[in-house]
């Protein structure tokens, strides 16, 4: 039987949905979703890392079960302050941050705000701001959303997601996901403020603060965030580490599940080694 849905009522009144699986005596592991996305997500990685790791899914808001307040845009570091909250109100400690995309940074935004909080990160498609272009990107989509709804938005924005390979093998698929996470039943102005909320967002300033592990992930066949534009991210981290994935557009987690769990594992061991 599927579990029911699992709510926080955050200081504000908003309310969070979350979902915590795996060792219950684990290091806690927190799966930040990407943009327009939900927990659903992580559905291909979880078997990977519940065996070892006490895990924590979450909606920010405007996703999935979780609200979506009418005012807007939402912006990423308010994403970040509330996910905060929440990790405060479930008792979580020294966490690693697993993150896509828009929830890299969220990472970010966490690990800068709150550098002895955590054990380390491995962020994907983490780029350090929102430049120019990524803002025209972001309103056309937006556009597309207010006039086609949700699958001219994603006809807009797929080429630029996945790899290649992965795209022509599964459109129909991701499309009918796509749908369903954006569609009918969410409200529009949900995703609207996600995609708005990342406008004009810049962390380099800050990402010298950072003193936790990272290893940071590019997909080369990434369009939307191309590995160039996230090399940026790593330089201006003390002692991160950058890989560029072969085969593989923005969203590694979702276009090779095992892979990409296989190199959090490693990661994190090869920390937990060098630490004992």
């Not at 795209?167 to 749908?179: D, I, N, P, S, T």
């Not at 950072?210 to 330089?235: F, H, N, R, V, Y």
Request: hydrophobic share 40%; aromatic share 10%.
């Amino acid at each position: 039987m599927r579990p029911q849905p699992t709510f926080a009522t955050l200081p504000s009144g908003l309310k969070l949905h979350y979902r915590v699986q795996g060792a219950p005596e684990g290091p806690w592991m927190i799966l930040l979703n990407g943009l327009l996305s939900d927990t659903t997500m992580w559905a291909g990685v979880l078997p990977g890392l519940t065996d070892r790791f006490r895990v924590l899914t979450f909606d920010s808001r405007g996703q999935g079960r979780s609200d979506a307040p009418l005012e807007g845009p939402y912006p990423t570091a308010l994403l970040a302050s509330e996910a905060w909250e929440l990790f405060q109100s479930l008792g979580i400690v020294n966490p690693w941050l697993v993150g896509l995309s828009n929830g890299s940074g969220m990472s970010l935004e966490l690990l800068t705000t709150h550098p002895t909080a955590f054990a380390g990160a491995v962020l994907t498609s983490a780029m350090p701001r929102f430049d120019f272009a990524m803002g025209l990107k972001a309103e056309h989509w937006a556009r597309c959303l207010e006039v086609g709804g949700p699958l001219m938005q994603f006809d807009a924005v797929a080429p630029f997601l996945w790899g290649d390979t992965f795209l022509e093998a599964r459109h129909g698929v991701l499309r009918a996901y796509h749908q369903v996470v954006t569609g009918a039943n969410r409200p529009q102005h949900g995703n609207l403020h996600q995609i708005r909320g990342t406008l004009g967002w810049d962390i380099r300033d800050r990402l010298d603060r950072i003193q936790a592990p990272m290893l940071l992930l590019s997909g080369a066949e990434d369009l939307l965030t191309p590995p160039w534009k996230c090399l940026e991210t790593a330089q201006r981290i003390p002692h991160s580490r950058f890989e560029v994935v072969p085969r593989i557009g923005h969203a590694y987690p979702l276009e090779d599940p095992k892979g990409f769990t296989a190199r959090v594992r490693e990661f994190i061991s090869g920390v937990s080694a060098g630490l004992a």
